[in-house]
């Protein structure tokens, strides 16, 4: 009796139907208890025996991973809302505060942030706007409404927050940096930047100005024309007899 030839034994269970039992196990290099370290062998033996070392790509079970960070898989088809022509109006505009003149009266000089004083304890209720000196009278021009007002009055000649130039009784301007304040006089000058001006007026009123937010220069320009034009040194300066002289001369009528 031959020897069968090496592998006949697999290749007679292979056409019977039978599988091959699996390879034994291979233990790694120290014995079955030996936990290899940094740098050796590690986790679960690959088909064949061998041990896959750790690498780039690689952890210590084997496992493979990827070093770029992961794509966000989520995309929105949603498109923002498309702006609309309401949204665009509702946007505050800035409204140009202009003084409201008589026929032949003329702005002679005027200051912008200005902050009119309300109460004199409080600045709560103080309101910001333009102040104008023309040959008539001083206004104060502003968008805020009037507050703790329970009337409202109008005059044919006067707005709410003017002074005409012969009401005017006495000009104080006042520097609180500096802590100086001058009576200010016809002809006068002013060597301060005034950070406050209080008008005493005839019918016993007393009007606040604030210029902190104003230019320096403008508010020294129009203090000295209000003080100019309150207090002229000829009465027939004055707009009222200027502007009646004009309209009887041009009217040709003879009383």
């Known amino acids: 009796m031959g020897v069968a030839p090496p592998g006949s034994a697999r290749l007679r269970l292979f056409r019977a139907g039978a599988r091959p039992g699996p390879s034994p196990p291979v233990s790694p290099p120290g014995g079955a208890g030996h936990r290899p370290g940094l740098g050796s062998c590690t986790g679960n033996a690959e088909p064949g025996g061998v041990w896959p070392a750790i690498g780039p790509g690689r952890t210590g079970g084997g496992t493979m991973f990827s070093l770029k960070p992961p794509r966000p898989s989520f995309r929105s088809y949603l498109l923002p809302p498309a702006q609309t022509d309401d949204k665009i109006s ?3 505009k800035i409204k140009k505060l202009e003084p409201v003149l008589l026929p032949g009266e003329i702005v002679v000089n005027e200051v912008n942030f200005v902050r009119k004083c309300i ?4 600045s709560q209720y103080d309101l910001w706007g333009k102040l104008i000196c023309s040959n008539f009278k001083i206004s104060f021009i502003t968008d805020d409404p009037m507050p703790l007002q329970k009337f409202h009055y109008r005059n044919l000649l006067l707005g709410e927050h003017d002074v005409p130039l012969t009401c005017i009784e006495q000009i104080v301007t006042v520097n609180d940096h500096k802590r100086k304040q001058k009576v200010l006089g016809p002809n006068q000058k002013l060597k301060f930047n005034p950070t406050e001006l209080i008008i005493y007026c005839k019918d016993f009123r ?3 100005f604030r210029f ?3 230019g320096p220069e403008s508010a020294k320009k ?3 024309a209000i003080a100019h034009y309150s207090q002229p040194t000829d009465l027939q300066l004055l707009f009222a ?3 009646v002289g004009k309209k009887y ?3 040709g009528l003879d009383f």
């Not at 109460?119 to 409080?122: L, S």
């Open 222 to 224: 129009v203090c000295l």
């Open 119 to 122: 109460a004199t304890d409080t």
């Open 90 to 92: 509702s946007e505050p």
């Open 241 to 243: 007899f200027e502007y």
């Open 212 to 214: 902190d937010e104003s």
């Open 206 to 208: 007393i009007v606040r």
């Open 249 to 251: 001369h041009n009217s």
